[in-house]
């Protein structure tokens, strides 16, 4: 007692101030320093999770816990994702077959699916000549004869709609550091996509390029010019002003810059190499894709360690958001609904044009860029609400729900800060932050695609679900 | 429906500027739909499809920004563009949060920015409290619970998790502390000095503090327990190590312990620290025994007044003196009651005042009434009307539950002073008035009206009430001790000098009441 007490008498009062405002006033006209916190009930209030959250802060636990979570963000952090290949889903995804379709998020049945998804599995099932036109696919789809299977349970990320089928051309990603790899397939680019939702022919007769000559070219490509490591190139485009979600120009210039040569080396004619680079030219969001792949690898890395609580994957099927948990091993999904998003849309769209929440591309946040670097991407700020500050504000907020920082990834702005990683279901339970995603909208629809972007949030329930099941496994 | 189309070339915007001013100029009013973007061969083909596509347009070329307004008949769409056109001029950013600003959600957040941070005060809501305390203690920070409805098991464990880390873990129930000479939540403001206080109960250990100010002394450290730490269960674990504490303080001369009844066994158990503590230890528990502490080698006081006397007595002046109660003012109150008023009732603020008061009426009278009594035959609850001599304390968990301290909000006081003046048996009615930190900024002020309402429906009805106040303040106090004695005396209000002073006014008032 003594010594504490002693060291009390003898020191500046310093206060931490939890609750009543009131007492800054009067602690701060005494002499006192003080801290007020922004605080709100933990667990939302509820007594049934801030049991959980008990539960998971007992001292023996969080011991445990703590060990258990420095051990997954080691793993993220250490992880070295490299790009070491190009191939058809069909002949490198596990468990793929012809008549597998993927998608994005949680697990979803075809009648409950978005109108973006659906438009994008029929658009698909038409690539794939599995069906004569879109009506004819639509039957198939409802018929049980295709296999509908998340993307993250094949290794995978989609990035929107997800759909991945047999024939698309896939990312191979490596990470060197825990051998395990990653896919997903390649930017179709554009707003009127099939990932969007879109479908007509010209979606169909893209697809069909990237097929027969993007995808083989970037195959041979990588034969030739061998492994991109990509958590280098992420670190250089978010300090080049990309997030490396919503925005991807840097990153998509360095990914070229460093696939061009090994391009020219191959045996396409120069009119095919030069579709290819008109194509990545076409817009920004060449590279988009790639940082999923690497951020999918590292977060299986982290994935299945004993009472952690770290999040490795949160996704969107346009219906349902769904959340992994290190510490819940396997494909145990906590889901709740999606969410709207909100932010700016292109000319001609209106809010209630919008989809939900969907897509695999919340890996980026789970990883620690996307709307969790947004203070190192002033150049779309508008996403947020318009200023600066509010974008440092939200990487800021996210350090609060996260384990550690990225030394490997750092923000230049923040005195090359890493970005904050490392979603603690502990903490974001404790603050009442919720993650924040940086996203595009797809039109609530079939058949229209990208119509804006901006930013949302996981709904709370999938967090409180997870404290109570990692609740039941550490009691 | 008309449409004005404008293509402005050579002007870029990247794209999500362009998304947010689209965005905006779609809520412009008078606006039915409006386009803005790059003259790309995308947004052509969205023009296309929307049927918007004129010649002009389709020229555009991927560096010309095109603007589409679409508006009802007969809008001025010479104004309309230039409302659109504005949006493409960036305002500078609003001052909103600014960058330096940093808050902080959690204590852990706030503990582990601000290594200096050595002490956390927890106000929320009781369901919550207890785990911000914790969350405090482990990271090695001395609490201050102000906190009410924190069930007591909680209590028994953060206590001992404060104790095996030498961390105080003061209050709840008992929102009273002065650490280096700053209050903390409910505090008057005294001068520093030698006396050490550890007290498990919030207004008497303001009031020991006052009356030590009064008799020209100070305050080291005033450590409140909480108001449940000298029950059987908590088992007095913060009283104790407060006393060590201050028995290790150089700063600290003498110390005194104030409490409302302590469990018996844990009476014993603080008692016996008395000897060991190497400095006079002056014990006021109210309704104590003289022989209990004396045989501990401590202090006995009687009230709360002879706590500080003695105290200062003990430490710092020992010619410290106080002024009688006057046999003559009770006399005067006396002859103005009828025989039918006989009752004295007591509306407190303050716990340990309305204990006290209410322990001085009973060494005259059996009959006395609370919502604070021992004796659960006696006992009221917030709902019962009053009995025979009745004494309500309204910081009580009973009367606070869900609403603030009666400190703050004097609502439910009010509103029971209007209704005791309505009972003819009714003599006199105490009030006290809490000044200092954390309490409301004129506690006589929003008193008077019901005061002046009281006398005038006894005085309709033929009768002297008697109201007798208490102002619980310093003259270093906002708003000062004398200003709010004052504005009690021009209401007619009889004014004590302190809680003992209140208590005994009480007694010989129905002593004399009685034998009338």
């Known amino acids: 007692m003594s010594t504490q007490a002693t060291s009390l008498f003898t020191s500046d009062l310093s206060v931490v101030n939890v609750g009543l405002a009131m007492f800054d006033r009067d602690l701060t006209a005494q002499g006192a320093q003080v801290t007020t916190l922004d605080w709100t009930p933990p667990g939302g209030g509820s007594p049934e999770v801030l049991a959980a959250l008990d539960a998971l802060e007992d001292p023996r636990v969080a011991e445990r816990t703590d060990a258990a979570n420095a051990e997954a963000v080691d793993r993220i952090v250490g992880a070295r994702p490299m790009l070491v290949g190009f191939g058809r889903a069909i002949d490198v995804v596990p468990g793929m077959t012809p008549t597998t379709i993927l998608h994005a998020g949680p697990p979803i049945t075809w009648d409950r699916m978005a109108g973006a998804m659906k438009g994008a599995v029929t658009g698909a099932l038409v690539f794939e000549g599995l069906a004569r036109d879109l009506d004819d696919a639509e039957r198939l789809a409802a018929s049980g004869e295709i296999t509908f299977s998340p993307c993250h349970e094949h290794d995978c990320v989609g990035s929107m709609a997800g759909v991945t089928s047999a024939s698309m051309y896939m990312h191979i990603v490596r990470n060197e550091t825990h051998g395990n790899t990653a896919f997903t397939n390649l930017s179709e680019q554009m707003a009127k996509i099939l990932r969007m939702g879109a479908n007509d022919e010209s979606v169909i007769e893209r697809l069909v390029w990237m097929r027969d000559v993007l995808g083989p070219m970037l195959k041979e490509a990588m034969e030739i010019g061998g492994p991109v490591d990509l958590r280098l190139l992420l670190s250089q485009a978010l300090h080049m002003g990309d997030e490396c979600h919503n925005r991807n120009i840097a990153g998509t210039l360095l990914l070229t810059q460093a696939l061009t040569p090994a391009l020219l080396q191959t045996s396409f004619t120069t009119e095919q190499k030069k579709e290819v680079f008109d194509f990545i030219a076409s817009s920004d969001y060449f590279s988009g894709p790639t940082w999923l792949a690497m951020a999918k690898a590292a977060m299986d890395a982290a994935h299945g360690i004993e009472g952690s609580t770290i999040v490795t994957t949160m996704a969107r099927n346009g219906v349902e958001f769904g959340l992994r948990v290190s510490g819940l091993p396997g494909n145990q999904w906590l889901t709740g609904p999606a969410q709207p998003v909100i932010g700016p849309m292109f000319a001609g769209f209106r809010p209630e044009d919008a989809g939900l929440d969907i897509g695999d591309s919340a890996i980026s946040e789970t990883y620690g860029f996307g709307g969790f670097a947004m203070a190192t991407a002033p150049a779309i700020v508008a996403l947020v609400g318009g200023t600066v500050q509010e974008a440092v504000a939200f990487t800021r907020d996210m350090g609060e729900i996260t384990t550690t920082q990225n030394p490997n990834v750092t923000i230049p702005a923040l005195g090359f800060e890493g970005i904050p990683t490392g979603i603690d279901v502990r903490k974001v339970l404790a603050t009442g932050i919720l993650p924040v995603i940086n996203t595009a909208i797809a039109h609530r629809e079939a058949g229209i695609g990208m119509i804006g972007a901006g930013i949302t949030h996981p709904p709370a329930a999938v967090f409180e679900q997870a404290a109570r099941a990692l609740a039941r496994t550490v009691a | ?516």
């Not at chain 2, 296309?48 to 004129?54: A, D, I, V």
């Not at chain 2, 005033?222 to 730490?229: E, P």
Request: hydrophobic share 45%.
């Open chain 2, 1 to 516: 429906m008309s449409i004005t189309a404008v293509v402005k070339k050579n002007t870029y915007f990247d794209s999500v500027s362009l998304m947010s001013i689209s965005t905006r100029a779609n809520q412009l009013p008078g606006v039915e739909q409006a386009f803005v973007a790059m003259g790309t061969e995308m947004n052509k083909g969205v023009l296309s499809n929307l049927g918007l596509l004129t010649a002009d347009l389709g020229a555009a070329g991927t560096g010309d920004l095109m603007i589409v307004v679409e508006a009802g008949e007969g809008a001025d769409h010479a104004a309309l563009l230039s409302e659109v056109e504005e949006l493409l001029v960036q305002k500078a950013p609003s001052a909103r949060g600014g960058a330096d600003t940093v808050t902080y959600r959690t204590v852990d957040s706030a503990a582990r920015a601000i290594p200096e941070a050595n002490l956390a005060i927890v106000a929320v809501n009781g369901a919550y409290a207890g785990r911000e305390a914790r969350k405090a203690l482990e990271n090695g920070l001395h609490v201050m619970v102000f906190s009410d409805n924190v069930p007591i098991e909680e209590e028994v464990r953060l206590k001992q998790l404060a104790h095996s880390k030498g961390l105080f873990m003061m209050g709840p129930d008992c929102g009273t502390a002065i650490i280096n000479n700053v209050a903390l939540c409910f505090g008057n403001a005294v001068r520093p000095g030698t006396v050490g206080v550890v007290a498990a109960s919030g207004t008497g250990a303001q009031e020991v503090s006052v009356r030590i100010h009064a008799l020209g002394a100070g305050i080291s450290q005033l450590i409140g327990t909480g108001g449940r730490d000298l029950s059987e269960q908590v088992g007095g674990i913060m009283m104790i190590d407060g006393i060590r504490a201050l028995a290790d303080d150089p700063g600290t001369s003498v110390i005194v312990l104030v409490s409302k009844p302590p469990a018996p066994a844990v009476q014993d158990k603080v008692l016996a620290e008395i000897a060991g503590a190497g400095k006079p230890v002056v014990v006021y528990f109210v309704g104590g025994s003289e022989e209990t502490v004396t045989a501990a080698g401590g202090h006995f006081a009687a009230s709360t007044q002879d706590a500080a006397l003695q105290a200062v007595r003990l430490g710092v002046d020992a010619h410290a003196a106080v002024d009688e109660l006057a046999a003559k003012q009770v006399d005067e109150v006396c002859a103005r009651l009828s025989p039918e008023q006989r009752y004295v009732r007591g509306l407190f603020c303050g716990g340990t005042l309305c204990d006290e008061s209410m322990y001085a009426l009973l060494e005259v009278s059996d009959n006395v009434w609370s919502n604070i009594q021992k004796d659960p035959g006696r006992r009221l609850t917030a709902g019962s009307s009053s009995v025979g001599h009745t004494f309500l304390d309204f910081g009580d968990d009973d009367f606070t539950n869900g609403r603030p301290h009666p400190m703050i909000d004097p609502s439910l006081r009010l509103a029971r002073l209007v209704e005791e003046a309505e009972d003819p048996q009714v003599a006199v009615i105490l009030m006290d008035f809490v000044l200092g930190f954390g309490a409301h900024e004129d506690p006589v002020g929003v008193t008077l009206p019901a005061i002046a309402q009281a006398r005038k429906i006894a005085s309709d009805a033929g009768r002297h009430l008697e109201i007798v106040g208490y102002v619980l303040g310093t003259d270093l106090d906002t708003p000062a001790l004398a200003e709010q004695v004052a504005a009690l005396e021009a209401a007619g209000v009889t004014v004590t000098r302190s809680s003992t002073e209140t208590g005994h006014f009480a007694r010989e008032t129905a002593r004399k009441a009685h034998r009338a």
